[in-house]
């Protein structure tokens, strides 16, 4: 089934089911959650003078691998000038970063997806859908955020070329194979966002 289309009058909306719409909350939730432990959470929703005035922020690129391409060096070439950078931009996109995983787990919420007492816990019959309708802006946080997510998969897959998704979808383990096809999932769902934009 396409996840997006567009509508007749305007607007663009998917449908999901439960496990699909849980699945994009949890991988978004987990972006969330990563770049919050690299600045926390008060520095994710940066005061806009601060965050402008590069009050405080990181001037050290991250340890982590997925935080590292999430947020690159701007001048791989020369560490002070990335440094500086850094210093007073990494705010302001890490906040951007989690607003825009939040508005989709904000736009699936809205869309009927709910959870029991446990965060894990799916409520709902398996039959249910999860029924998506986004404005421009929701679109916008929806690309960057599927492409957020699909990068940091990506870094874990150790995917960098067709040549490396292909490998890894051929791997015999069977937790790296189930990751490959929630890769390649995300890569269609963001396919058909942008086909429903045409």
């Given at each position: 089934m396409k996840?997006?289309?567009?509508?007749?009058r305007g607007g663009i909306s998917a449908t999901f089911e439960i496990g699909e719409a849980h699945?994009?909350?949890?991988?978004?939730?987990?972006?969330?959650?990563l770049l919050r432990d690299r600045n926390g959470a008060e520095e994710s929703d940066?005061?806009?003078l601060a965050a402008q005035l590069g009050m405080g922020g990181?001037?050290?690129?991250?340890?982590?691998?997925?935080?590292q391409r999430l947020l690159p060096d701007a001048y791989r070439d020369d560490p002070d000038d990335a440094g500086e950078f850094r210093r007073f931009t990494e705010r302001?996109?890490?906040?951007?970063?989690?607003?825009?995983?939040?508005?989709?787990?904000g736009s699936l919420v809205d869309g009927g997806l709910t959870f029991g007492e446990l965060p894990d816990e799916l409520t709902g019959d398996e039959g249910d859908r999860v029924e998506v309708e986004l404005d421009a802006g929701e679109v916008q946080?929806?690309?960057?955020?599927l492409t957020d997510v699909?990068?940091?998969?990506?870094?874990r897959l150790g995917i960098e070329t067709d040549d490396d998704a292909f490998h890894v979808a051929q791997s015999e383990d069977a937790a790296i194979?189930?990751?490959s096809d929630i890769f390649d999932w995300l890569g269609y769902v963001q396919e058909t966002l942008v086909s429903a934009l045409d």
């Open positions: 996840p997006f289309k567009k509508r007749r699945l994009l909350a949890n991988l978004a939730g987990q972006v969330v959650e940066a005061d806009p990181p001037s050290l690129p991250p340890e982590d691998p997925v935080l302001s996109l890490t906040s951007a970063k989690v607003l825009n995983a939040e508005t989709l787990i946080a929806w690309l960057r955020a699909r990068l940091s998969l990506a870094v194979a189930a990751m």
